[in-house]
């Protein structure tokens, strides 16, 4: 709190703490206030305008070069309309005129901080889950609900679809990006389960800008902005084309290896069922045509120990209700 008189900066100190908690440092000067403010960190600067070398509206353009969002309140027995203006179109949060009721001129202070303090912590707030969402991973839109045209894609979005800028994707509609199978309606299957059943997730294809397709997972959720009454679809887009293709190789890869370990089994039943029916009394050729059921055997083994552990290698990329299966 700066004012260059010290019974008013008494006052302060006993007046406000009536109404909350308040750690006030006590400034005499704007130019010691600069000071104090390259040293600690202020919740808001409460400041008188008529003060000597430096005035409040001179002090309050210095502060927001530096600080431009920190709350900055005029406390002034100068109560002039152009005061006002001025205080005001420099970035003030705030302005309370002094008076003969200092009771009544410290509550209304008070209010003002905790509403400018309150108010940019909720801004900072924002800010930051604004810059979370922007830099998140994953691509992150937002779209009317009712026109279905996006309102807001991020930076991962926008490379997600090989745009350079959010102009080519704002305002246009979300299947504009997509490609909907002719089995699907995006208005009766996909929204309906966002509005009735809570969300929807789902695998699709994505279109790039140059026309080309990709494998993608989308979640839809409906979200309701409170001030305007509107819906709002908030979703996100995951790239999973590297993981379709390995899963296709995989299921390649098992089809083949089922039919190697098939073929050795089908030739031992064979095998075992003949030596069991045959009324040969020659031990030589039974063992030969156990040598070769071994063999077969062997293979079997081999082929099941590189199936499993082609499994155990691959299980981040099987679905939960195959890999049990798979492994057991």
């Known amino acids: 709190m700066v004012d260059e008189e010290p019974e008013i900066l008494e006052l302060a100190g006993f007046y406000l ?3 909350s908690f308040y750690d006030i440092d006590e400034v005499y000067s704007a130019d010691k206030a600069i000071e104090c403010l390259k040293i600690n960190n202020y919740d808001a600067i409460v400041s008188d305008y008529e003060m000597p070398e430096m005035d409040g509206l001179t002090f309050l353009r210095k502060v927001r070069e530096s600080y431009p969002t920190l709350p900055f309140i005029i406390f002034s027995g100068k109560g002039r309309d152009e005061v006002v203006i001025e205080a005001f179109r420099f970035g003030a949060d705030g302005f309370v005129q002094k008076g003969r009721n200092a009771m009544a001129n410290f509550a209304e202070l008070s209010h003002q901080i905790e ?24 691509g992150v839109f937002l779209a009317d609900a009712d026109t279905l045209l996006l309102t807001y894609v991020n930076r991962s979005g926008l490379s997600l679809f090989n745009y350079a800028d959010k ?21 009766s299957d996909i929204l ?13 294809k994505g279109r790039r800008k140059d026309g080309s397709s990709f494998h993608l997972r989308i979640s839809i959720d409906m979200i309701a902005d409170e001030a305007t009454g509107k819906d709002h679809l908030f979703g996100t887009f995951v790239d999973i084309t590297e993981q379709k293709e390995y899963e296709k190789e995989f299921l390649s890869y098992i089809t083949e290896a089922a039919r190697r370990i098939r073929e050795p089994l089908f030739h031992i039943s064979g095998s075992l069922e003949a030596a069991a029916s045959s009324d040969t009394d020659d031990p030589e050729k039974l063992r030969l045509m156990l040598l070769v059921q071994k063999k077969n055997a062997d293979q079997v083994i081999e082929n099941l120990n590189e199936l499993n552990q082609a499994i155990t290698k691959a299980k981040d990329y099987i679905p939960d209700e195959y890999l049990e299966y798979l492994l057991r």
């Open 167 to 187: 102009c080519e994707m704002i305002k246009r509609p979300l299947h504009d990006f997509l490609e909907i199978p002719d089995e699907i309606d995006i208005a």
């Open 192 to 204: 309906f389960r966002v509005k009735d059943k809570g969300g929807f997730v789902g695998e699709l």
């Open 17 to 19: 703490n009536k109404f």
């Open 115 to 138: 509403i400018a303090v309150a108010r940019n912590s909720a801004q900072a707030d924002l800010k930051v889950k604004e810059q979370a969402i922007e830099s998140s991973y994953n």
